[in-house]
């Protein structure tokens, strides 16, 4: 089983509506949690952090349920400019990142 | 604005050539690493180090070795490249307990013939 698991999409989203996207972790260890933002042959970015009390930047909302091992990233009134892929990303006990394979957004005109 | 960068954004090698990787971070961090990303696979960690002379180990260490002798460089090395080793390597680095905020390079698309 993978450290880090997501739907790799491609999610293909009208502009303003909402979208969702779900991200597994095997390590019950695991202490911190994030999403990166990964633009078209660009570099990855740290898009936010999540909390374990959920946590909200604008239109973008974390949420973490430790006991299912999963974190949600929704983003709401979608703009074209957040097509890009979106990285999970779990701090292991080694203090290590571990990165998703990412899921892959597209917001449609 | 922290700045990550890379040595070369495309490199073609043949394989059995020794390749050099570096990295300079102009932010004073600490901490540096080596990924590298694959469709499919993501980015998996190469090497990691914490400090200037000191290095561990990622997921994925065989085949490459790293050196770091100043702080703001960090350089990863392909002793005899081969054709599975053709892939984009990433350079990051973070400060010091703030392995969270890691700041990428712009990548190196390394392509082993």
């Known amino acids: 089983r993978k450290e880090v698991e997501q739907d790799p999409g491609p999610f293909n989203v009208p502009e303003g509506a909402t979208v969702a996207f779900n991200c597994t972790y095997s390590?019950?260890?695991?202490?911190?949690f994030f999403w990166y933002r990964q633009d078209c042959r660009k570099e990855p970015k740290l898009l936010m952090s999540?909390?374990?009390s959920g946590n909200e930047d604008g239109r973008f909302t974390a949420q973490l349920n430790r006991a299912s091992q999963y974190i949600s990233l929704l983003i709401r009134d979608s703009k074209l400019s957040d097509s890009a892929t979106y990285l999970c990303?779990?701090?292991?006990?080694?203090?290590?990142?571990?990165f998703g394979t990412g899921t892959r957004l597209t917001i449609i005109p | 604005d922290v700045k990550v960068t890379q040595s070369s954004r495309y490199l073609v090698k043949r394989t059995g050539e020794k390749v050099f990787l570096e990295c300079v971070q102009d932010?004073?961090?600490?901490?540096m690493f080596w990924y590298r990303q694959d469709p499919g696979l993501g980015l998996r960690l190469i090497y990691f180090?914490?400090?200037?002379?000191?290095?561990e180990k990622g997921d994925i260490p065989e085949g490459y070795s790293v050196s770091r002798e100043k702080k703001e460089r960090f350089s990863l090395i392909l002793e005899s490249a081969s054709t599975n080793q053709t892939s984009m390597y990433l350079c990051?680095?973070?400060?010091?307990?703030?392995?969270?905020?890691?700041?990428f390079g712009p990548g190196t698309r390394l392509t082993v013939l």
């Open positions: 999540v909390y374990s």
């Open positions: 990051a680095s973070s400060p010091k307990r703030r392995l969270d905020t890691q700041y």
């Open positions: 932010m004073d961090h600490e901490n």
């Open positions: 990303v779990v701090n292991s006990p080694h203090e290590k990142l571990t």
């Open positions: 390590n019950s260890a695991s202490q911190s």
């Open positions: 180090s914490y400090d200037v002379k000191m290095k």
